[in-house]
């Protein structure tokens, strides 16, 4: 059999933690942040997990994670 092909987009954004889990960046903090609170940027730089729900989707896209 082949080797199967990593989507590198999903690739940039994913990682594994230690137990297994998938971790990604948190959106909105990109640009228009005058009108955002302290608070919610700071809360914004903290990686947190994929759901569940989407868990199975993100590991076809990283056969390899």
Do not use: C, N, W
Request: aromatic content about 4%.
């Amino acid at each position: 059999m082949p080797k199967i092909k990593t989507r590198r987009g999903a690739a940039k954004r994913f990682r594994m933690t230690g137990s297994g889990k998938i971790r990604r960046g948190r959106a909105f903090r990109r640009h228009i942040l005058t009108k955002k609170s302290g608070k919610r940027k700071r809360q914004l730089r903290r990686a947190t997990l994929v759901a569940s729900a989407d868990e199975a989707h993100i590991r076809e896209l990283l056969p390899y994670l």
